[in-house]
């Protein structure tokens, strides 16, 4: 099989270019694509275009040692007090783009891991990605006006996926309120009212560091959600040399607490009867289970009495798909199930929304009494926290094996395997009709390469989204174990912060932090649309920038999949389509990461390799344009078309 070239040179070209540039480098800084720099253009000789590389700035200052701030001497800035506590509470990352400068060069020299990016919207999205692969706190920043408004897709997401992601932006300053003073137009809280648990723009320079352990405590308890402050220059330029000079200056053991409700014996007592009671019980484990890295206990509850799982929300794996007590890939078992349990649950479906029996009885675990009862009508509400209710039922519940049950989830799922296997094979036969890849002949063999092949199972952490392809993708998506798989369309239905969250993720890869320590290193891979990539493709310059590999696989069917809508509508077809071939590869290439352009399920098995050995061997991301046609959408033409996944299980985007 000929493999396309990525562009006039040849692959090895790239790489020896690569090579020797590598060998150039003064700093070893890692050289980055320059695919071109051998050939000549329009009469410019070769060796005077330079090769896209790093700057040894940006190395030396990534390495450079923290500088914790101190009252010492010129004392500390209001951003230095909140930087000092947002270090203090771990912190994990933040992603950002240059604006709110005191508090973002704050942070970055209080020694968290700190990001500079392209574009707010997607420096958001990787804040959120970073967070979905590891539930821990991270956070995000831009400029007052044009940066915060430009994040709202993406802080709205993170709204949807409970993320716990602290939203911060400058503003110019309180003395210019409502003069329309250069860039403060507007007001910032009300731009995240309804995606935000708690906002506040400050405005008393002595109350910093209150409202930063105010920002913590909502961030850290309860069920999560954005936090957005903003930060009026009087209050982050501000200078203290006394602690005692701020308002509530206490550390973190006395501004919030670690405590966490349990459940009260009597209703567990409930629980299990009602467990015992049922014959196909079946727990929904949620958002909540992953974020308190509750899956020990899940595990041990769900063997010990034979409770099938699934597991919900933007983030998968916190129970394996390829355990025999999973439910993620058998959708009949879900709809026979006489039980749910939901544990952590944060964004409630109604009935109907979940394919579950309209007659099945439900338990339902949450952390905060107020939204027992909302949307699902409760047999059983538990105030608790995730872990202590599954220690509970891994404590108390009595060993019991439910063969029947366990059977059904089998041969549920063989029918779910066989229903997958059957589109791939017409997805196949499809891509051999018209020689452009079908998106479910795409997806498989992804899913071959990470699940299937040499690498470990468990090792890849994937998301993606697009709609045709997102669909295909959230079918062929694994997890078995946590943090693995990233939802990241999860309930809000974004087009295109896919490849900034999948970003996000690589660099807790990178990190190696919480579930992705085992793993640190590894690639990430994104799997989106045409449509998508446009949001986010400049963040490959990031990705190469900080050496975090992804490997996109992009789906290009040269138009926004939800044009069978425009059929019936003749002056409206153009609003959906984009030119045709455009080559995303390149435009990758433009930005210092590697492309390949496949149209074939060979040569993007081919693409596969040579993209996670560049990743794997020199850090190097990958765009991996996949031609497709937009044809494939569209049921008439290539039946069966598209349509949503059941839920909850494996391919969910809904809740
Ligand atoms: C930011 C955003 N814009 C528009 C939509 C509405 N929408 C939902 S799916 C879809 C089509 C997306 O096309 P693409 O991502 O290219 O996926 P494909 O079907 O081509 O794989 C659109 C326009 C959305 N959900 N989000």
């Known amino acids: 099989m000929k493999t396309q070239k990525t562009n006039d040179s040849t692959n090895q070209t790239v790489d020896s270019s690569r090579r020797s540039f590598l060998l150039s480098s003064a700093a070893g800084a890692g050289a980055l694509v320059a695919g071109m720099v051998t050939e000549s253009k329009a009469g410019v000789p070769a060796a ?119 939203v911060l932006a400058s503003n110019m300053q ?49 069920v999560p959600s954005p936090v957005h402050l903003d930060f009026p220059g009087e209050v982050a330029r501000a200078r203290f040399t006394d602690p005692s000079k701020l308002k509530d200056y206490y550390s973190k053991d006395k501004y919030r607490t670690e405590s966490r409700p349990s459940p009260a014996a009597k209703d567990v007592e409930k629980a299990l009867d009602m467990i015992t009671r049922a014959e196909r019980p079946l727990l929904i484990a949620g958002q909540g289970v992953f974020q308190n890295k509750a899956w020990e206990p899940l595990l041990k509850a769900a063997e010990k009495n034979e409770l099938a799982v699934v597991t919900s929300g933007p983030t998968r794996g916190h129970f394996p798909d390829d355990h025999r ?5 058998s959708p009949d078992a ?9 544990v952590g649950q944060y964004c409630m479906p109604s009935p109907g929304e979940y394919r579950c029996n309209p007659d099945v009885k439900t338990i339902r ?4 009494q107020e939204d027992l009862g909302r949307n699902w009508p409760l047999d059983l509400g ?57 998106p479910a002949a795409l997806c498989k063999e992804v899913h071959d390469f990470f699940y299937k092949g040499d690498i470990d199972p468990k090792q890849t952490v994937l998301g993606g989204g697009g709609w045709t392809i997102g669909v295909h993708a959230g079918r062929w998506q694994r997890a078995y174990r946590p943090g693995q798989g990233i939802v990241c369309p999860y309930q809000y239905g974004a087009i295109g912060p896919d490849l900034a969250m999948m970003i996000g993720a690589s660099a807790a890869v990178q990190h190696g932090v919480g579930p992705q320590a085992p793993y640190k290193g590894a690639p990430t891979v994104c799997v989106s649309s045409d449509a998508g990539i446009a949001y986010s493709l400049f963040e490959l310059d990031t990705a190469a920038k900080y050496k975090l590999p992804v490997i996109g696989v992009i789906y290009n069917n040269d138009c926004w999949g939800m044009w069978p809508s425009a059929v019936s509508s003749a002056r409206s077809m153009h609003l959906y389509l984009f030119q045709q071939h455009l080559r995303y590869d390149k ?69």
Request: with cysteine.
């Open 382 to 438: 538990i105030v608790s926290s995730e872990k202590p209710f599954l220690e509970a039922l891994a404590d108390l519940l009595p060993a019991r094996k439910r063969e029947s049950w366990v059977n059904e989830l089998a041969s549920a799922r063989q029918k779910y395997d066989k229903m997958l296997n059957d589109q791939y094979e017409l997805g196949v036969k499809y891509s051999r009709d018209t020689n452009y890849l079908h």
């Open 48 to 166: 005077s275009i330079p090769s896209i590389s790093i700057p040894k700035e940006v190395l030396e200052s990534v390495s450079e040692a923290p500088k914790p701030p101190t009252f010492e001497g010129q004392g500390m800035t209001g951003a230095e007090v909140f930087a000092k506590l947002c270090k203090d509470e771990e912190l994990a990352a933040l992603f950002c783009c240059p604006g709110n400068y005191t508090v973002i060069n704050a942070i970055a020299a209080a020694g968290v891991p700190a990001f500079g990016g392209r574009c707010e919207g997607a420096m958001a999205a990787a804040a959120d990605g970073f967070s979905r692969a590891t539930g821990e706190v991270t956070a995000c920043s831009g400029t007052e006006g044009p940066g915060l408004t430009n994040m709202i897709m993406n802080i709205a997401s993170a709204a949807a996926a409970r993320t716990p992601l602290l």
């Open 325 to 329: 007590l999973s439910a993620a890939l």
């Open 174 to 222: 309180m003395a210019g309120d409502d003069r329309e003073t250069f860039i403060q137009t507007g007001y910032q809280q009300p731009l995240t009212t309804g995606m935000k648990k708690y906002g506040k723009r400050l405005i008393a320079p002595d109350r910093v560091w209150e409202y930063g352990a105010y920002a913590f405590r909502n961030l850290k308890s309860g």
């Open 587 to 655: 435009m990758a290439e433009g930005l210092g990461a590697r492309g390949e352009y496949v149209r074939t399920p060979e040569e993007l098995r081919e693409a596969l390799h040579r993209s996670y050995a560049s990743a794997t061997k020199e850090n190097l991301s990958t765009l991996i344009n996949c031609q497709g046609m937009k044809e494939f959408t569209s049921a008439k033409n290539y039946p069966p078309g598209v349509s949503l996944n059941p839920e909850p299980g494996c391919g969910a985007v809904a809740h």
């Open 365 to 368: 675990v949450h952390p905060v």
């Open 334 to 342: 879900v709809m026979s199930a006489d039980l749910v349990i939901f």
